[in-house]
């Protein structure tokens, strides 16, 4: 590893400086909207990166260590949400809108094989951006995969769910937001059930995470019109790159679909999910220089490892597609906006986290327990 010394006041103001006008240029060139949307992307950054918090680590701990801390913050995060999320979808249907979708047969499938997968990296969409940001090696060389991968899956989408997949399931309402609190109540009691004595104890870092998420979830819904995603922005750069390259994407019913093309022509500052992710990218980068933080030296794995974070990652971004989402997109947003698939994503995901992390040792990726 290699030690990056703190920097100093004036490089530290430079620095936000910067930021400050980059958001501020966003802002002035693509609308308020999309400077707002862009600075709360950076919010999640910093607070992912900031008081290290993620998805896939608490669930490999609970799985592992009967830790179930980590998850239960998540699904103390998703309830908060919930409570604001469900609310205003009810009174603003016309202005905002759930991250609903159809439960179906590639959409399971597709939930286990990215719990899979990003166990094998150690991050899901969101902690795949972060990583990156950081400096982690592994994370920065799944990302281009990820999004070649989310870009495959959207393109072969329609073929997917021709397979077969029930209507889109959402819960509404007063009911809908007693109903999603319940679950989250039960899965928490499960996994307090089976959690080991004194995990239920969540540490100050935690409660400042889930709080600080939540809150930001809920100003994204507000101001960009639907909830927090991840895995669309980066199917679209490289739509975009295709067709810059000469590519035609008529032969994809997703990607020639009216909304879809009109993306994909336009500016990147025009999408939310491409703020969000950039976002997500530049905070926690800044985390991370900010602290002086530490760059992972490409050969920390064997070459089979390599390979398969490269696999692994184009699997991720295909997976994700197949399912409407990741852990970000499905299975927080899309239960904290009533959404019945984002259930049976949950349980799809963790069953393929279960088998990704007995999967790490033979890829070289660890040490066998």
């Known amino acids: 590893m290699v030690a990056v010394g703190a920097p100093g006041p004036v490089a530290r103001a ?12 966003v802002a002035l060139f693509a609308g308020p909207r999309s400077g707002a949307v862009l600075l ?19 669930w490999r701990r609970m799985i592992l260590e009967r830790d179930a801390s980590g998850l239960l913050a998540q699904l103390l995060a998703i309830g908060i949400v919930a409570c ?9 249907g016309a202005e905002l809108k759930g991250a609903h979708a159809p439960i179906g047969l590639a959409m399971i499938g597709g939930a286990f094989v990215f719990g899979a997968a990003m166990q094998i990296v150690l991050g899901c969409g969101s902690g795949t951006l972060v990583n990156a940001g950081s400096g982690n090696a592994v994370g920065a060389v799944a990302l281009p995969f990820f999004a070649i991968g989310s870009f495959a899956g959207a393109y072969h989408l329609s073929w997917w769910t021709a397979l077969g997949s029930l ?9 809908g937001l007693g109903v999603t609190l319940l679950g989250l109540a039960a899965i928490a009691a499960l996994a307090l059930a089976l959690g080991r004595r004194g995990s239920h104890r969540l540490p100050a870092r935690l409660w400042g995470a889930l709080l600080v998420l939540a809150g930001l979830a809920i100003l994204h819904l507000m101001i960009a019109g639907q909830p927090w995603g991840v895995v669309y922005g980066l199917g679209l750069w490289v739509a975009k790159g295709v067709v810059v390259l000469g590519g035609d994407l008529s032969g994809s019913v997703f990607w020639s679909a009216p909304a879809n093309a ?3 022509e336009a500016s ?3 999408d939310i999910t491409s703020l969000t992710d950039l976002g997500l990218i530049g905070g926690a980068a800044l985390v991370v220089w900010w602290r002086g933080g530490l760059v992972l030296p490409a050969g920390a794995l064997p070459a089979r490892g390599w390979v398969a974070v490269i696999v692994a ?10 399912a409407f989402g990741c852990n970000i997109g499905a299975f927080f947003s899309g239960i904290a906006t009533g959404s019945a698939h984002g259930w049976v994503w949950f ?11 007995r999967l790490r040792p033979a890829l070289g990726l660890e040490a066998r327990r």
């Not at 604001?84 to 603003?92: E, K």
């Not at 209507?167 to 009911?175: K, R, S």
């Not at 990652?313 to 197949?322: A, E, M």
């Open 14 to 25: 430079a620095v936000l400086g910067l930021v400050a006008a980059a958001v501020f240029a």
């Open 313 to 322: 990652g184009l699997v991720l971004g295909y997976s994700s597609r197949l």
């Open 347 to 357: 349980a799809a995901a963790f069953a393929g986290s279960w088998v990704g992390i």
């Open 268 to 270: 990147l500052l025009l």
């Open 40 to 58: 709360i992307g950076l919010g999640f950054g910093l607070t992912l990166e900031g008081f290290r918090f993620g998805f896939t680590g608490p």
């Open 167 to 175: 209507p889109v399931m959402a819960l509404e309402g007063a009911g």
């Open 262 to 264: 009109a993306q994909v």
């Open 84 to 92: 604001a999320a469900l609310p205003l979808l009810a009174v603003s």
